[in-house]
């Protein structure tokens, strides 16, 4: 089947040059023009999508060449742009930046040549003139098809813009580029996002950000050519899939309770899909204000997010705390990555030097160590002599990590390797029904793992009723 999608990737030539500033403004200044918006992330990130679905009020989409296969990616960007008429997905690092430090394998640009994206550099202009022709004419010419198609100023004044768009695409024609200047964004505190260690604050936590994102895009409806970017977004060529015959949802068959508050909110979109499509009714709870499960529940998904800001309103919360030891004990499912696998251990230390006690169904505390422990890219296989419910021998799923606290007992189930395979180490506590530990998994890297998942929830809450 041919989809004919337009679509753009804002990149930039490094992280902090303000990719998901533009992205949300673009996102609002369309949306407020009344176009139908499909917004997407290259690369693992969970912060920046919620930005997106705070402007659009949809999820966004990853698009992560380590996570999946071409095919897979290409299935998965047509599925997510159902219905919408226009792409904008935000790249990550710099453009060409992938997962090691000599291959662009898994960088933006690497996404934007496998869905044939258009590409619009967004570069800071502030205290740079004539060398900012120089950085992107570099990058447009480091590989053969680049595919940049437009520049996006950011943190520039009015005034200089147009003599700074003039003197850049002179320099563009002379060395017979077709890249055009689309606009700028001014310095202005709606293009101003609060930051910590794991990246932005998350906009939940931003008072006032709905407002805030709509002004970005009243401004930048006036300071960004929109006709011109849609025009860029139109030169993109057909994607080949056939997905949309592919894939079929079952009917609800169980509900399984996902921790979702301003503690616990990392969630890949295709991860719930592959679960929704298995017969799963995904139904939110919070470990910072419930008292209870969900009703009727047959597992539970303990995602990651920011369990070390909470932690003595979290660790007050006892009775919830009980109910998930009890049901666990009782072979309830349950996956908990990062900081869903810090609250089922005995204890989390916060960074004022105190032990918060918690579920206690896994062995061991875990503590701030004040630096990025493990970053990065994993793929994950049972140990030896080890065995699980979910992974089997011979199988792999591929996951993240990217986390400031470490635990003493991070388990021994599996072996994480990195890409390149020199690096290794032991993971996951994966006992009877639970599987735990600090990698954020990938469930269609492994659907086999998913499908087990929901068929041992299944068989859960059939002997409860």
Not at 252 to 272: G, H, M, Q, S, T
Request: glycine fraction near 8%; include cysteine; charged fraction near 25%.
């Amino acid at each position: 089947m041919q989809n004919k999608i337009p679509r753009i990737l804002l990149s930039a030539p490094a992280s902090g040059s303000g990719k998901t500033v533009a992205a949300c403004a673009l996102m609002s200044a369309f949306k407020l023009a009344g176009r139908k918006i499909g917004a997407c992330k290259c690369g693992p990130d969970y912060i920046d999508p919620m930005f997106h679905k705070k402007v659009l009020g949809i999820d966004s989409l990853n698009l992560d060449l380590f996570f999946s296969k071409e095919e897979q990616l290409r299935d998965s960007f047509v599925r997510h742009m159902k219905g919408l008429d226009l792409a904008i997905a935000e790249g990550v690092m710099g453009f060409y930046d992938g997962m090691q430090l000599d291959t662009e394998q898994s960088s933006s640009y690497d996404v934007a040549c496998k869905l044939q994206m258009p590409v619009i550099l967004v570069v800071p202009a502030h205290g740079t003139a004539l060398s900012l022709a120089a950085v992107i004419q570099g990058m447009a010419q480091f590989r053969e098809n680049s595919r940049i198609k437009g520049v996006l100023l950011n943190k520039v004044s009015s005034g200089l813009y147009k003599r700074m768009k003039a003197m850049l695409e002179k320099e563009f024609q002379k060395a017979n580029l077709d890249i055009s200047v689309v606009g700028y964004l001014p310095n202005d505190d709606s293009f101003h996002f609060e930051s910590r260690h794991l990246g932005l604050t998350t906009p939940e936590e931003l008072i006032g950000i709905k407002e805030q994102l709509e002004r970005a895009g009243q401004i930048a409806a006036q300071t960004v050519d929109l006709e011109q970017i849609i025009k860029i977004a139109n030169e993109a060529k057909e994607l080949e899939t056939d997905c949309l015959q592919r894939r079929e949802e079952k009917e609800k068959e169980v509900r399984i309770a996902i921790a979702k508050d301003e503690a616990f909110c990392f969630y890949y979109k295709e991860n719930l899909t592959v679960l929704e499509q298995e017969g799963c009714q995904l139904v939110p709870f919070s470990p910072l204000h419930d008292k209870k499960l969900p009703d009727n529940v047959g597992g539970i998904l303990l995602g990651g997010g920011y369990p070390e800001l909470y932690l003595p309103a979290l660790s007050q919360n006892r009775m919830l705390q009980r109910q998930i030891a009890k049901f666990i004990q009782e072979g309830m499912p349950c996956i908990a990555e990062c900081g869903g696998f810090m609250y089922l251990e005995e204890a989390i230390k916060g960074q004022d030097g105190e032990e918060y006690p918690f579920v206690g169904v896994i062995s061991g505390k875990s503590y701030p160590t004040g630096k990025l422990v493990r970053f990065g890219y994993v793929e994950i296989s049972l140990n030896e002599e080890m065995d699980s419910i979910y992974l089997k021998k011979g199988e792999s799923i591929k996951g993240h990590e990217f986390h400031y606290w470490d635990s003493e007992m991070n388990g021994e189930s599996c072996i994480a390797v990195k890409p390149d395979g020199k690096r290794r180490w032991e993971c996951i506590h994966a006992k009877g029904t639970l599987f735990a530990g600090y990698p954020h998994l990938y469930y269609p890297s492994c659907p086999e793992f998913a499908k087990r998942f929901v068929q041992q929830c299944k068989i859960f809450a059939e002997r409860k009723k």
